[in-house]
């Protein structure tokens, strides 16, 4: 076999002239283009860094406003829960207090009834007993009581303080008169005999007058000009009423 070197040396002398375009015209443009992209890919990928590292901080930061959110939102509810106790018990409290001022007026409202009832009760006792008393006093009463009642009346004016005298005697002076009101109407001879004994202790007296009044069941009652003896069962028994209804309070 017989090799020819100039054919050879051709042959080697274009294929590195194809080499040599090749890699100017083919293999250059191909690796810029490879190193662009790869320049792209990496500043996509750096990108895509940026943006999760992005996401990552908005995520942290959206779940410590959410946990912020949460706690807020927690110490509102806690909040309302305390207020909400704080006006039921505040509620409770208004209505406990009303429930006892009304229990208390109702029984201060029932202690006055009972009170007022058991008052007008012994009201109604005491005038039922009196009016039983003035009916039989009254029916025992007659002229022999007033003789008594006289000497009472004369006793009295014998034994008051002599400035006391002095003054009903006063009133009786410069046509000041006395008058005599008795459950009884008297006679001429009574009232000659009672002017008799009025004026011994009155100094004579004025003018005395009689005049009678069946409300003092018994006895007398002496008008001066600015004063007033009475000597009567009419204000014995209202005296005793009194005394009745004030024993019974007492009790």
């Known amino acids: 076999m017989r090799i020819d070197w100039w054919t050879l040396a051709l042959q080697a002398v274009n294929f590195l002239i194809l080499v040599w375009l090749l890699q100017r015209f083919l293999y250059r443009p191909v690796l810029r283009?490879?190193?662009r992209r790869k320049a792209e890919a990496e500043k996509v990928l750096s990108q895509a860094a940026d943006a999760r590292k992005e996401a990552d901080e908005s995520r942290r930061a959206y779940e410590a406003k959410e946990a912020g959110v949460a706690a807020e939102r927690e110490a509102m509810l806690k909040e309302a829960r305390t207020?909400?106790?704080?006006?039921?018990?505040?509620?409770?409290?208004?209505a406990r207090k009303e429930a006892e001022e009304l229990l208390a007026a109702a029984k201060d409202t029932i202690a006055?009834?009972?009170t007022a009832a058991l008052q007008e009760v012994k009201g109604a006792a005491a005038d039922l007993g009196v009016a039983i008393a003035r009916n039989l006093l009254k029916k025992t009463a007659g002229p022999g009581l007033m003789a008594g009642f006289l000497d009472?009346?004369?006793?009295?004016l014998d034994g008051l303080p002599r400035h006391d005298l002095a003054a009903l005697r006063d009133q009786l002076q410069n046509g000041g008169a006395l008058e005599v009101a008795t459950a009884e109407p008297l006679d001429a001879q009574a009232q000659a005999h009672w002017k008799e004994c009025l004026a011994k202790r009155l100094d004579g007296a004025g003018a005395i007058t009689f005049r009678s009044d069946e409300s003092l069941i018994a006895g007398a009652e002496l008008h001066f000009p600015a004063a007033v003896l009475r000597f009567n069962w009419k204000d014995a028994l209202e005296s005793t009423r009194?005394?009745?209804?004030?024993?019974v309070d007492s009790e």
């Open 33 to 35: 283009v490879l190193a």
């Open 83 to 94: 207020e909400v106790e704080a006006a039921r018990n505040e509620a409770l409290a208004r």
């Open 112 to 114: 006055e009834e009972r």
């Open 152 to 156: 009472g009346i004369c006793a009295h």
């Open 242 to 247: 009194k005394d009745l209804i004030a024993d």
